[in-house]
């Protein structure tokens, strides 16, 4: 982040950031409009493909699958890339010893670790380690503002830049990382299955609160990092501190960050691969012979218990094993964070965060839809059962009392759909000029 700003200017990284986290959000709370029409404890996206664009499912599912190994294999790299200064921080002798500053013996061993945590089947699973990497994030905020209060970095690089930026290609670069920081949305529907209360408040109480703590986070470190020092801040800020302990106890809680957040990535990416075995095209023969009133049947009651994800030891396993295998290869081959961040963010990011959300809101939530149908007539018997509407913070009992704001929910998914697809293109091309011009 503080590098972000020390090439779009403290103004417009601002907005920047505060623009990432709302269109993230709203691409979180229409995820959970979308879990409304499917099964309890079934949610996914090759489940929602399948009622909207099956056909295209195998795409889908093949763009997350994609956007999670990438973030999963940054996060090895950043382990390599790490461990051998965290090492010779502790001790000066480290040096001396010539695998303990090897990149490929440290992403080896902290293989070994992962490995086991990998093979969990829920997220519910890993809430230890969650609340881990909670801590480590909190040290690294505190270190990054103590030393900006302390004021014992030296600023180079010219002057602050406040409303001015580097450039528009320089600008444009940093965006997708800035997206990057905000993806979560490939295990959200895992959460809404998993969360004991999935009501309508709920569920956007959890988006808004992880989105605005994340963008808070965010700002602070982008700001006191950048101030602390200029526009000679690199990527990761940790790394240009004067060694000491805490800079190098610092540098060991982004590993342990990265360490126990592989998982949550190997969760989305065996789910999508194992959709994308499955997958089979729909001829129009069976297209054109399913009526409405089947697909309404087929569809299962929103009052079934949770389910499993289906997957059998043997497929699990296998699948699991092929990821885990092909991200060591990758990271043991592949050296720059900046370039995997960068194409992961532009295109994977997007699709997950904008394109598929909007797209899949807008397909399902049709008025002609028997999906759409199917769910008002649920909604309106549990009305006249209970006499209590669901309140949201956006209207939940309100969205379906007013036809207009139903059609601008619609409207603003496909907006968000086709920025989506905007901010990926441009990305690509900028990422793609600005990796030629340095």
């Given at each position: 982040?503080?590098?972000?700003?020390?090439r779009m200017?403290?103004?417009?990284?601002i907005f920047?950031?505060?623009?990432?986290?709302?269109?993230?959000?709203?691409g979180?709370y229409?995820?959970?409009?979308?879990?409304?029409y499917?099964?309890r404890?079934?949610a996914?996206?090759?489940?929602?493909s399948?009622?909207?664009?099956?056909?295209a499912?195998?795409?889908f599912?093949a763009?997350?699958?994609?956007k999670c190994f990438?973030?999963?294999?940054?996060?090895?790299i950043i382990?390599?890339d790490?461990m051998?200064?965290?090492?010779?921080?502790?001790s000066e002798?480290?040096g001396?010893?010539?695998?303990?500053?090897?990149?490929?013996?440290?992403?080896?061993?902290?293989?070994?670790?992962?490995?086991p945590l990998?093979?969990?089947?829920r997220?519910?699973?890993l809430?230890?380690?969650s609340?881990?990497?909670?801590?480590?994030i909190?040290y690294?905020?505190i270190?990054?503002i103590?030393?900006?209060?302390?004021?014992?970095?030296?600023r180079q690089?010219?002057a602050?830049r406040?409303?001015?930026w580097?450039?528009?290609v320089?600008?444009?670069?940093?965006?997708?990382?800035?997206?990057f920081?905000?993806?979560?949305?490939?295990?959200?529907?895992?959460?809404?299955?998993?969360?004991?209360n999935n009501?309508?408040?709920?569920?956007t109480?959890?988006?808004?609160?992880?989105?605005?703590?994340?963008?808070?986070?965010?700002?602070?470190v982008?700001?006191?990092?950048?101030?602390?020092?200029?526009?000679?801040?690199a990527d990761?800020?940790?790394?240009?501190?004067a060694p000491?302990?805490?800079?190098t106890i610092?540098k060991a809680?982004i590993?342990i960050?990265?360490m126990?957040s592989?998982?949550?990535q190997?969760?989305p990416?065996r789910?999508?691969?194992?959709a994308?075995l499955?997958?089979?095209?729909?001829?129009r023969?069976?297209s054109?012979?399913?009526?409405?009133s089947?697909?309404?049947?087929l569809?299962p009651?929103?009052?079934?218990?949770?389910r499993?994800?289906?997957?059998?030891?043997?497929r699990?396993?296998?699948?699991?094993?092929?990821?885990?295998?092909?991200?060591y290869i990758?990271?043991?081959?592949?050296?720059?964070?900046s370039?995997v961040?960068?194409y992961?963010?532009?295109?994977g990011?997007t699709?997950?965060s904008f394109?598929?959300?909007g797209l899949?809101?807008y397909k399902i939530s049709?008025p002609?839809s028997?999906?759409?149908?199917?769910?008002m007539k649920?909604?309106d018997?549990?009305?006249?059962?209970?006499?209590?509407?669901?309140?949201g913070?956006l209207?939940?009992?309100g969205?379906?009392?007013?036809?207009?704001r139903?059609?601008?929910?619609?409207?603003l998914?496909l907006?968000?759909a086709?920025?989506g697809?905007v901010?990926?293109?441009?990305?690509?091309?900028?990422?793609t000029?600005?990796?030629?011009?340095?």
């Amino acid at each position: 982040m503080p590098l972000a700003l020390s090439r779009m200017g403290i103004v417009l990284g601002i907005f920047v950031i505060l623009w990432a986290g709302l269109t993230a959000g709203f691409g979180l709370y229409l995820q959970t409009r979308c879990a409304r029409y499917l099964e309890r404890g079934a949610a996914s996206f090759f489940a929602l493909s399948q009622m909207t664009y099956p056909n295209a499912a195998v795409v889908f599912d093949a763009a997350i699958a994609v956007k999670c190994f990438g973030v999963g294999v940054s996060y090895l790299i950043i382990i390599g890339d790490l461990m051998p200064g965290v090492v010779q921080g502790f001790s000066e002798n480290a040096g001396g010893v010539s695998f303990l500053i090897d990149r490929h013996f440290w992403v080896t061993g902290f293989m070994l670790i992962v490995i086991p945590l990998s093979f969990l089947r829920r997220l519910d699973s890993l809430k230890y380690t969650s609340v881990i990497a909670l801590i480590s994030i909190g040290y690294l905020v505190i270190l990054v503002i103590a030393h900006f209060i302390k004021g014992d970095t030296t600023r180079q690089g010219g002057a602050i830049r406040v409303v001015r930026w580097e450039s528009a290609v320089a600008t444009l670069s940093s965006f997708p990382v800035i997206v990057f920081a905000y993806t979560c949305h490939q295990n959200m529907f895992s959460i809404l299955n998993e969360i004991s209360n999935n009501s309508h408040f709920r569920t956007t109480s959890v988006v808004v609160a992880s989105i605005g703590t994340a963008a808070f986070i965010y700002i602070l470190v982008a700001i006191t990092g950048y101030l602390s020092f200029g526009n000679s801040v690199a990527d990761n800020i940790v790394s240009i501190y004067a060694p000491s302990v805490s800079s190098t106890i610092g540098k060991a809680a982004i590993v342990i960050l990265v360490m126990f957040s592989y998982p949550l990535q190997v969760h989305p990416c065996r789910a999508s691969v194992d959709a994308v075995l499955k997958w089979r095209p729909i001829r129009r023969s069976e297209s054109a012979n399913s009526s409405p009133s089947r697909l309404i049947s087929l569809l299962p009651s929103r009052s079934t218990p949770p389910r499993g994800d289906g997957m059998g030891e043997t497929r699990f396993a296998a699948i699991t094993t092929a990821i885990i295998v092909l991200s060591y290869i990758v990271a043991m081959t592949v050296s720059s964070l900046s370039k995997v961040l960068a194409y992961v963010g532009s295109t994977g990011s997007t699709s997950i965060s904008f394109i598929l959300p909007g797209l899949f809101y807008y397909k399902i939530s049709s008025p002609d839809s028997p999906h759409h149908q199917r769910l008002m007539k649920e909604d309106d018997d549990e009305d006249e059962g209970s006499g209590d509407e669901d309140e949201g913070l956006l209207g939940g009992g309100g969205l379906k009392g007013g036809i207009w704001r139903k059609k601008l929910l619609r409207r603003l998914s496909l907006a968000l759909a086709i920025y989506g697809i905007v901010v990926m293109i441009t990305c690509l091309i900028t990422n793609t000029l600005f990796v030629v011009a340095r």
